[in-house]
C-alpha cells in the first residue's frame, strides 16, 4: 500500500492527538492495514518510534492492555523524603510564633523567615544542607501549616499622637 501526503498527514495528526493506550492501538491497526513491510514504512514514512509500535501491536493481539505509570514518574514531596521535616519545622518555630492580637484568625504570627528556619533546621535538627528543599518549599510548608512571616506586634513601639507628646520646656540660652 502505497502512502500519499493527505494519508501520512491524517495518520499523524491522529496519532499525536491520542493518547496513552488508544494511540498505540491505532498505531498497531494502521500499521497492519499497511501489511507486510508495515512496521518499517511507519518507522520511515510517519516517524512513529518501533517501541510503540512493537508494544501496540502486542497489546492489539493479546488484548492485554499495558498500564502507564504516569503518576510513579517525577520527584517526591519533600514530606515523603523527609518524614519528620514538618515536625522538625514546628518544634522551631512554636517557639517565636503569637496568635493574631485581634483572635479573628486562627493564624500564627512568627519572626523567623523562611531562611532563618532553613539555617536552623541545619544547624540544630542535623540536616544537610544538600537535602533540605530550597528556601521557597520552606516558606510554602510554613504556610501550610498556618504560620506567616510577620513583625511580632509587642516589639513594635508605639506611635504618639502630637497631643500626647509632652512639651518640653524651652532653653532660654
Known amino acids: 500500500m502505497e502512502l500519499t501526503e493527505t494519508a501520512k498527514e491524517l495518520f499523524k495528526t491522529t496519532a499525536s492527538v491520542l493518547k496513552g493506550h488508544e494511540r498505540r492501538l491505532f498505531i498497531a491497526r494502521t500499521v497492519k492495514e499497511l501489511g507486510a513491510g508495515g512496521k518499517q514504512k511507519a518507522r520511515q514514512e510517519l516517524g512513529w518510534s518501533w517501541v510503540t509500535i512493537h508494544k501496540g501491536l502486542r497489546e ?4 492485554v492492555r499495558c498500564v502507564d505509570a504516569y503518576a510513579m514518574r ?18 522551631i518555630v ?3 510564633s503569637q496568635t493574631d492580637g485581634s483572635f479573628k484568625t486562627s ?21 544537610s544542607d544538600e537535602e533540605l528543599p530550597s528556601e521557597e518549599v520552606i516558606r510554602q510548608r510554613l504556610n501550610s501549616l498556618g504560620y506567616r512571616v510577620r513583625a511580632v506586634s509587642k516589639s513594635k513601639p508605639k506611635k504618639r499622637s502630637p497631643k500626647q507628646t509632652p512639651s518640653l520646656p524651652k532653653s532660654g540660652k
Open 107 to 127: 493564624r500564627l504570627y512568627t519572626r523567623l523567615t523562611a531562611a532563618e528556619v532553613r539555617r536552623q533546621l541545619i544547624a540544630g535538627k542535623g540536616y
Open 60 to 63: 492489539l493481539e493479546s488484548g
Open 74 to 91: 517525577g520527584r517526591k514531596r519533600t514530606e515523603e523524603r523527609l518524614p519528620n521535616l514538618l515536625v522538625d519545622i514546628r518544634a
Open 94 to 96: 512554636d517557639s517565636e
